[in-house]
Structure formats: structure tokens, C-alpha cells
């Protein structure tokens, strides 16, 4: 049971640049979200799925695409990265949407774009 | 912003309790308060959470006020390893789903 997984750990992009952070979850949870984290602040949602093939907006949703077409992944896109993006990415997940079985986190993405 | 209010920081000696306020005035009677804490910069990590009851688990204890306007976070013998910053957070509900808000939550620095 390797609860929430995401990859890479590390990553650094040039301005402009696009990529997908990864996120799989192997405990059959129904809600994934992504979180970011900047330098002494707290974390902001970014987007969030209640479910395959549904998803929302969070706080920040500006700059960050999502799909859910498994339930097991919830992956990330940055269309054009921008330093303002600069951050570590944290991807979520529970068995309900309540989060009162507690919300499972993975390690992290550390993303610097320069 | 964040609906909860939290000391920036904490001390504790080793062996001592820990408690974490946490103020949450405008919170709903649908709301549930919970507690996470995040170990350097690892991912967060659930501690417990509640709705208006006391509650109790292997890691801590959650003490809510009657008027649900105040909760506290008890670590009944911190360690060293309790060394971490310490979320409170109350879930609103919108467009017919929960999300959490944090905070910059409390950082507890454990004393040998």
C-alpha cells in the first residue's frame, strides 16, 4: 500500500515551459486535490475531483489544468510556467469528500521555474 | 482567507503536554474542526478531527467549547519528534463540497 504518490520530487522549468506533475493514489479514494505551498505560508487548494471525470476549482486555479479519468490519478498541468509558479505542489486524497477519514498527502513536488 | 486563528508559535519541554489553541468564531453548525500537522516540509500529516464532541485517538486529544468557537489540540507527552507546525482547520462547505483553507497554523517547537 503505497497511499499517495507523487513524482518527480524535483523539478526545474524554464519560463514557457509545460509539464504534468504526477499523482496516483492506490486506496480506492474518491477525492483528490492539489495543494501549493509557498516559502512560510500555509497551503492554498488549487484544484480538486470528487470523483472520475469530475472537478472543480480551488483557491489558485490560475495558470494549472487537471483531469480525473481514473480514479487512481489526478495529474497536474502547467500550460506556460511562470516564476510565480515557483512552489511545492502537494496532491491530497480521502475516501470522502468530508475528509472525516482524513486526508492523505503525498511528499511532494518541488518546482522552481526560472 | 483562513477561518481559523492560531499562535504563530509554541514551546514545549519533552515529556510535557502540548496544548495548541485554535479560534474559530464564525464556524458553522455543519463544520468540522481538524487538526494536521506538517513535519519540515513534508506532506501533512491527519491528526484528528471533530464536530462538537471531545475526541480521543493514539495521537492526541481534541477539546472543543460548548459554544464551538475555540478548540484545543492536547499532545499529552510531546516528544522531540512533535517538532512540527500545527494546522487547525475548518472545512467550509461550498458549491455542495468540503475544502479545506489553511492557515499558517502554529509552530511547536519541542525542548529537550
Known amino acids: 500500500n503505497a497511499g499517495v504518490t507523487q513524482t518527480p520530487k524535483f523539478q526545474v522549468l524554464k519560463t514557457g515551459q509545460s509539464m504534468t506533475l504526477q499523482c496516483a493514489q492506490d486506496m480506492n479514494h474518491e477525492y483528490m486535490s492539489w495543494y501549493r505551498q509557498d516559502p512560510g505560508m500555509g497551503l492554498r487548494l488549487i484544484h480538486y475531483?470528487?470523483?472520475?471525470?469530475?472537478?472543480d476549482q480551488g483557491e489558485v486555479p490560475n495558470g494549472y489544468n487537471v483531469s480525473r479519468s481514473t480514479t487512481e490519478d489526478f495529474p497536474l498541468r502547467l500550460l506556460s510556467a511562470a516564476p510565480s509558479q515557483t512552489s511545492v505542489y502537494f496532491c491530497?486524497?480521502?475516501?470522502?469528500?468530508?475528509?472525516?477519514?482524513?486526508?492523505?498527502f503525498g511528499s511532494g513536488t518541488r518546482l522552481t521555474v526560472v | 482567507d483562513a477561518k481559523t486563528t492560531q499562535p504563530p508559535s509554541m514551546d514545549c519541554a519533552e515529556g510535557r503536554a502540548a496544548n495548541l489553541p485554535c479560534n474559530h468564531s464564525t464556524i458553522s453548525g455543519n463544520e468540522y474542526v481538524y487538526w494536521y500537522r506538517q513535519i519540515h516540509s513534508q506532506g501533512p500529516q491527519y491528526i484528528i478531527h471533530g464536530l462538537k464532541n471531545n475526541e480521543t485517538n493514539e495521537m492526541a486529544s481534541l477539546i472543543i467549547t460548548e459554544d464551538r468557537k475555540s478548540s484545543t489540540l492536547i499532545l499529552p507527552h510531546a516528544t522531540l519528534r512533535d517538532t512540527a507546525v500545527y494546522y487547525c482547520i475548518v472545512s467550509p462547505l461550498e458549491r455542495g463540497t468540503y475544502k479545506y483553507i489553511f492557515g499558517t497554523g502554529t509552530r511547536l517547537k519541542v525542548l529537550a
Open positions: 475531483s470528487v470523483g472520475a471525470g469530475i472537478t
Open positions: 491530497a486524497s480521502s475516501y470522502s469528500i468530508t475528509g472525516n477519514y482524513g486526508y492523505t
